[in-house]
DNA sequence: TGCTCGGTGGAATAAATATTCTATTTTGCT
DNA sequence: AGCAAAATAGAATATTTATTCCACCGAGCA
C-alpha cells in the first residue's frame, strides 16, 4: 500500500493505481479493491452505498478507499468514470434508434440490427476467448516454416483477410481457396502449420484438408463456433467466436477482429520489436 | 400529447411512449422531449438539473416531462437506464481491461486493441452513414440486371463476402477477382451496376474497372473510406465507411457489417416485388 | 498486562439532488 | 380585448446521497 495524493485522471490511470496501492491492503479495503477491479464498469451509475454494500463493506469504508486512491472522495472518482461513459457513448444507442426509425424493412434499419449484432459479438469476444489459447496459437504459427489457410463460403473472406495479413508482413502463406478446383494438399509439408477457419455446418473441404494435415503429423489453429467442432478430435487448437445473427445471416464482425489480430500477433512474434510494416 | 399512467420499462417502451407523446407538445416540453431524444445516452449519469439545463428548461419542468412519459418523476426514469447500462456492459469494459493486463504485446492485447477499434468503427459508423444513400443504393441495386463486385488487396474480402451473401440470395452476381489474370471488363453489359470496395490508397485496378464501367454509363455504387474518392469523379453512390486502426493495421468490422446489410437489403428488395427466385 | 495505533462501524452532519408548490405568464378561445 | 385554462419559473421543501467524526476493537509490543 503505497501513498499518493495525485488523482487519476484516466480510466489507465486508474486501474495503474489500483494495482499500485494492491499489495498489503488491509481487510476492508482489500475488499473495496476486489470489488472495484471486478465490476469498474458499475461504479458510473452506482452511489457509494450500493458499492459499498456489495462489496460488503461501510460506506465510510469505501470512502476511504477512494481517498486512497488519490481521490478526494466518492464523486469525485465517480466523476471520471462518467466522463468515460459520456465518450464512449456519444450518443450511439440514439444513433442505432434513429437508424430504426427509417422504418421496419429499410436497408437503414436493416443496418442497425448488423451494426448491433457486432457490437455483441464483439463483446462476448472479449468475454469468452481464452487468452491462453490464443497465445498458444500465436506460438504455434508463428513457429511455423509455412501457414496454410483454409476457409470457404462464410469463412472464405476471413481466409482471404488471414492470407491479405500475412502477406503484408511478408509471411510465408498458401491460401488453399478452390480456384481451378485444384487440391494443393500436397504442399503441406512437415513443420508446416493449417490455420483452418469453419462454421457449423462446416465445410467438407476444409474438414478433409485438416483431417488430410493432421495425419500427416502437421498441427492445426481452427477459428470456429463450437468447441465440439470437427477440429476438436484432429488435436486442433481452437479458437471460440460466436457471432450474433440477423436473421438467417451472420454477420463476421468479431470473427474478423480475432483473425487481424492473430495475424498482427504472429507477425510480431516473428520479427520482435516490429509489429508490421 | 396523450395521457396515459403506465411507465415504460424498457429502452423500446421508453422510445414508444416518447413518440406517442411527441405530438403536439407545450414549448419547454418539448424543448425535454427533443433534448431527450438526442441524448438518451446521458440520462443514466446525469442530474435533472444538469439535463434541464442543457435543455434550456427549469427542473421542474424536466420533471413534469418524465411525468407526463408516465414516471413518478425524475429517478424512477432513470432507473431503467441505469438497468439498461448495466445488462448492455455486463462488464465489457473490464474484461477489455483483462485482456490487457496480459502484457504488453501479448496476442490477447493485441486482440483486446482490434476489438476495441472494431466497436469504435460500428459506432462511428451508426453515427456517419446517410440513410439515403444507403436506401439509393439499395434500389439501384435490386433494380441490376447482374451485379459486379470488385475489390482488391484489403477490399477484397468484402468483395468475397458480398458475392457470398448474393449467391445465397440467388441474386446473378460476378466477382471480379484477378484470378488467371483475366480482366473480365467485358462482361459489364448494360443495366448491370457494380458494387466497388477500394480504400485509399485506392488500387488502381478497381478504379480503371470503375471508370470503364461509368464510361459505358453503367451505374456505380462505392464503398469507400472518404467521400473525394476518385469514384465521386463517377457519379457513384458512396457509402463511407471510416475504420479505426491499430497501428498500421485497419480492421474491417463496420465495412463487413454495412457490407452484409447492404445484400440482405438488396435480397429482400428484389423479393417481394418480382417473381424472382 | 496494559499501552498504542491503525483499522473499523455506525451515527451525525453536510451537500447534492429531486420534487412540490404557488404566484405569474402565456396560450387558446370567444 | 377579456377570460379561463394550461404552462411555467423559481423558490421552498423533502429526500437521497456523500462525507466526516468519533467511539470502539484488536493486533503488536514493552
Redesign the interface.
Known sequence: MKKNNTAPDS?EAF?KRLVEISDNLPKRLRQCADYV??????I??STVAELAANAGVQPSAFIRFCQLMGFSGYSEMQRIF?ND??QR?????????N?RA?GD????T??????E???AS??S???E?D?ED??R??EMLAGASMIHIAGL??A???A??LA??FEKMDIPTILHDK?GNLDRRHSILPGNVLLAISFAPYTRETIDLAAYAHERGNRIVAITDALNSPFHRLDAISLKVSEVD??A?R????T???A???A??VG?RRRPGR???
Chains 1, 2 share one sequence.
Open positions: 480510466l486501474h477491479a471486478a465490476n469498474t464498469d458499475k458510473a451509475i462518467r461513459y459520456a457513448w456519444p450518443d450511439y444507442a440514439t444513433r442505432i434508434e437508424l427509417n424493412d429499410s436497408p437503414a436493416l443496418l442497425a440490427e448488423f451494426l449484432a457486432g457490437r464483439i463483446e469476444l472479449a468475454n476467448i487468452a490464443l497465445s496459437a500465436v463460403s462464410r472464405y473472406p476471413v482471404a483477410y491479405y495479413a480456384t440477423v436473421g445471416f454477420a463476421l464482425s468479431a474478423l477482429s480475432l487481424i489480430a492473430l498482427v500477433a510480431a509489429g508490421g510494416k
